[in-house]
């Protein structure tokens, strides 16, 4: 009979954790209202979506969904009264590659005033997926009140809410290649893995050097050009070491250039 009970609360318990497609980041509950991380924006270079895909390995990467009872709209002048978002429950997210979807918790995608809940991007991605930056956008749907309540559709990153999510997709080989684990760390240099020129988030980058995975030197540079470190053209795909004085700092980090 035990056995019986615990088997039967078990395979309740895993029914539960299966319906609950994430879990939100509730450190965010008293947040304004949004998606969280935030986008990426001049003021807010380091929000997006930090975690990389590789072509052909499961993937999962989760927002959360902060709904207070007011939201603020940068097209208007001030908060107005919220009562819920929502997304559809599939076709809401655009530019994904090939091989992602997405799943909400809770599971309607419906998201009450007051309340806090996740969106989970999770699937691998095919091979038919060129590597690169993918910018998804998720269409929303917010019923706000202003003595009647209405529906509001909006895209988010979009017009009102300026900025950009950027996925990286990167492909089998330089996944294989390369330590992912270090690009979920907040970096300097973005975006990376990189396919054209660099940024960074420190506009005092100096002493800027670029190391291939041999050892040899390819770029020495004094100090960006236009907030921009351009590449070496010689620079072929793979694994490189970009040293640089950040605030009169040493740091290192390891970059992926893609083509």
């Known amino acids: 009979m035990k056995h019986i009970y615990f088997t039967a609360l078990f395979a309740g318990m895993t029914l539960l954790l299966q319906a609950q497609a994430c879990l939100p980041d509730s450190t965010l509950v008293d947040s304004s209202a949004g998606v969280y991380p935030k986008p990426i924006t001049e003021s807010n270079p380091n929000g997006g979506i930090k975690k990389k895909a590789c072509i052909n390995k499961p993937y999962e990467f989760t927002f959360t969904v902060v709904v207070p009872d007011t939201v603020e709209i940068p097209i208007l002048p001030a908060p107005i009264p919220l009562e819920k978002v929502a997304i559809d429950t599939a076709g809401a997210i655009s530019n994904l590659p090939e091989g992602l979807s997405y799943r909400c918790n809770p599971p309607n995608c419906v998201f009450n005033k007051n309340q806090i809940g996740c969106l989970l991007l999770n699937g691998t991605p095919t091979d038919v997926n060129a590597p690169g930056e ?48 270090s690009f979920d760390d907040t970096n300097y240099w973005y975006p990376n893995p990189i396919s054209g020129p660099f940024l960074n988030n420190r506009s005092n980058a100096e002493n800027i050097r670029i190391f291939d995975a041999s050892g040899k030197l390819l770029l020495d540079q004094q100090s ?27 740091s290192v980090q390891k970059i992926v250039v893609l083509h």
């Open 134 to 181: 993918y910018k998804p956008i998720i269409k929303l749907k917010l019923t706000v009140n202003v003595g009647i309540s209405f529906d509001y559709t909006t895209e988010y990153p979009g017009s009102a809410f300026p900025g950009e999510y950027i996925l990286t997709l990167i492909s089998e080989q330089d996944c294989a290649s390369a330590n992912l684990s």
């Open 224 to 250: 960006l050009r236009n907030g921009l470190l351009v590449l070496p053209d010689r620079m072929l795909p793979g694994v490189y070491w970009i040293h640089s004085s950040i605030n009169g700092y040493p």
